[in-house]
């Protein structure tokens, strides 16, 4: 049958196409943001507005980048303490236990805590050698390298020391430069990091508390009978400092572990505070760049309809025959 479009329906129908055109496009950008939420042509929407929107959203980037570093310092502090926790746990009681041992000269006393130092001692070093990411947490500056080299490394200097030593005053003077001169072979030959950091959540490993404690410790963990050392037989005034000296670092510990938990509480509340500030932001921000998604659905529905309607009209004049224009 032949078909025929008068020139008025012609021209009709080539009019649809860029009207269908114009539906399809509208239909695409309407349904992205019935789905994000967002108008899809951010500068047609805002207008004047546009310079403003922008520093709203840069300022919810850079929150959103604070509060990544805020995450990371919080992981940080967390594994700090809980580091100077197990030391903490980990030498709990034997001081005491060594004092009472020497002042009842029970020997088979003296041995076991010697021995319970020593793995104190161990654990002690494992905590301490704690890393959050690739970041050494007690190496001070240095904190890609590993802070704490073996324990039967100390073991070995602080032996020699009490051989060496000519009479206990002697040992005293050596263990004090062993541990607190620069040249002194804690810093020499056992820790790696540095005095100094420049992040002031760091906790170095020349810090008081550490030094008191692995100190008293090393000589405590030395004064078993297997080790055979004069010096540190029976009721030993070495061995009263060294318990001494790990009462003292247990003291200082709760203290560090108390300014610990005191950043621990402000990285808490600078968390809060951040997402306070977020949420106002994002609030303004969606005022100015959302989309109501109910609204989008509806202008969708009626875009589809639109277009199916244009569809029908085109098919219908595409088919128009000449015994129907005649008539």
Do not use: C
């Amino acid at each position: 049958m032949l078909r025929f479009l008068s020139p008025s329906n012609l021209l009709a129908s080539q009019g649809l196409s860029p009207e269908i055109k114009a539906i399809r496009e509208r239909l695409e950008t309407t349904s992205k943001e019935t789905v994000t939420g967002r108008y899809e042509d951010m500068t047609k929407h805002l207008s004047g507005r546009i310079s403003q929107a922008m520093l709203g959203q840069k300022a919810i980037d850079d929150i959103e980048q604070q509060g990544v570093r805020i995450n990371i310092r919080e992981g940080r502090l967390d594994l700090t303490q809980r580091s100077l926790e197990v030391v903490q746990t980990s030498v709990s009681g034997l001081s005491a236990r060594m004092q009472a041992a020497m002042a009842s000269e029970d020997t088979a006393s003296k041995n076991a805590t010697a021995r319970d130092s020593k793995a104190a001692l161990n654990e002690s070093f494992s905590a301490l050698n704690a890393r959050y990411g690739e970041r050494y947490l007690f190496s001070g500056d240095a904190a890609t390298t590993p802070p704490f080299a073996s324990v039967d490394d100390l073991l070995s200097d602080i032996r020699q020391l009490a051989i060496t030593a000519t009479d206990e005053a002697d040992f005293a003077t050596q263990l004090d430069t062993y541990f607190n001169s620069p040249t002194g072979g804690w810093r020499t030959n056992i820790y790696a990091g540095t005095d100094t950091a420049s992040d002031p959540d760091s906790v170095p490993g020349t810090d008081d508390s550490i030094i008191q404690i692995i100190s008293g410790l090393a000589v405590m963990a030395l004064s078993g009978a297997d080790e055979a050392l004069p010096l540190f037989n029976g009721a030993s005034n070495p061995v009263f400092a060294a318990a001494q000296s790990l009462a003292n670092g247990q003291t200082a510990l709760t203290n560090l572990r108390a300014s610990v938990g005191l950043s621990q509480a402000q990285v808490e509340t600078d968390k809060e505070s951040l997402s306070i500030e977020k949420t106002v932001l994002t609030a303004s921000f969606n005022e100015l760049t959302a989309r109501d998604q109910y609204e989008a659905a509806s202008e969708l529905k009626d875009l589809e309809s639109s277009l199916e309607a244009a569809y029908t009209l085109t098919s219908r004049l595409a088919n128009l025959t000449l015994l129907n224009f005649l008539r």
